[in-house]
């Protein structure tokens, strides 16, 4: 028998694959349910812009051809929308495949990065796959980042530090002031990557507006997607805003055709509806706004979100999570490091209210 555990190596068999939840209509075949809510995956419920659907279905006759390599008009408009020169921005298969092409393209041999914990953990796997590693850095009791404890970590091996902002699991933000603080003791060939991926939610009167750190930090990548706020998590498209030397870098290493035709499309549709955009993040707050407050009513401790979910202190994470999955209501279990803890995405109003009616039920309240 070939042993493939061997020839992978171990830096990639000690790699804890992600375990995606199963398709919702699986497990209600499983569990014998219908019309299960997930609030599990922090997706849009609302879905995408109208805009978007027409152009998609526009689009269908040129499902044969390649698409542009280069995302040429997604990321002319980007470019003018953000206001920065287009050879800043490269566009991939989400912000999963943007972190790898960072890594891949500056990380050399005994390198590594670092990222306060808990956070986004396919920093570290990807990490792991390249043959690197990623330090965790263990945030503070609040959930908020221990600035001094991530400064202390950066040695000469150093190449990059993630920060997500708002913050994957926790919805917790770090403020404007205490990020360019930071800013201004990092070394400049530690390349900082902000991973704002919920950004849009972002409500925060001192949430940083990171795009005008560009002029005085050359050091810095801004991560977005438009899986989130725009709901197109199914085509799978993220971008990275960085100095025009790094996206040179790494479009050598970017595949040439890695940004789907379909997710072009879309996304420069979804870009063409602000007005869409602004009407999700209104009701995004709304039903924020609701479970927070149920969950103050029932007593259970919270970290409040500048995000499109919420992590929630239920006593046992892991019981919890499956009492409610046996009602129809898939939350998400975030493990023995947060196993007091279920986080939940914020759902339509209607889901938002089932889920608060069955977590009262499961809890005895």
């Not at 269908?60 to 390649?66: A, D, G, K, L, V």
């Not at 409040?304 to 019981?319: C, P, T, W």
């Not at 999955?325 to 939350?331: E, F, Q, S, T």
Request: positive net charge.
């Amino acid at each position: 028998m070939t042993d493939f555990k061997k020839l992978a190596g171990k830096a990639i068999s000690d790699i804890v694959p992600y375990k995606p939840g199963k398709p919702v209509k699986e497990l209600e075949r499983e569990l014998g349910i219908k019309e299960a809510i997930k609030l599990a995956s922090n997706e849009n419920p609302f879905g995408p812009s109208p805009k978007v659907k027409a152009a998609i279905k526009d689009f269908f006759p040129e499902i044969s051809r390649y698409p542009y390599g280069d995302a040429h008009y997604l990321r002319t408009k980007l470019a003018a929308k953000l206001e920065v020169p287009a050879d800043m921005l490269l566009f991939g298969t989400g912000s999963n495949e943007i972190i790898e092409l960072a890594i891949r393209t500056f990380l050399k041999d005994g390198e590594h990065v670092i990222s306060p914990a808990p956070s986004f953990s396919v920093y570290s796997s990807i990490a792991q796959a390249a043959g690197k590693s990623c330090n965790w850095i263990p945030c503070k009791k609040d959930f908020s980042f221990d600035f001094d404890a991530l400064l202390d970590a950066i040695n000469d091996k150093t190449r990059m530090i993630f920060i997500a902002n708002p913050n994957n699991p926790t919805g917790a933000y770090t403020a404007d002031k205490e990020l360019r603080a930071f800013m201004e003791k990092v070394p400049s060939d530690v390349i900082v990557v902000f991973d704002e991926a919920y950004v849009e939610f972002a409500d925060a009167k001192d949430f940083p507006d990171t795009m005008k750190y560009l002029d005085k930090f050359h050091n810095i990548f801004i991560m977005r997607t438009f899986s989130k706020a725009y709901g197109l998590a199914a085509l799978r498209c993220g971008y990275v805003v960085a100095d025009a030397m790094a996206i040179d870098m790494m479009n050598r290493v970017r595949q040439p055709f890695n940004t789907n035709m379909a997710a072009q499309v879309a996304a420069e549709a979804a870009l063409g509806d602000e007005a869409y955009l602004d009407k999700v993040i209104k009701k995004n707050k709304k039903g924020r706004n609701y479970l927070q407050k149920e969950f103050k009513n029932l007593g259970l401790p919270f970290v409040k979100s500048q995000a499109n979910f919420i992590l929630v202190e239920v006593g046992d994470g892991e019981k919890v999570f499956n009492d409610l999955l046996k009602k129809g209501i898939i939350v998400r279990y975030l493990g023995p490091s947060l196993g007091k803890y279920i986080r939940v995405s914020v759902g339509t109003m209607e889901e938002n209210e089932a889920f608060i009616e069955q977590l009262k039920k499961v809890l005895g309240k």
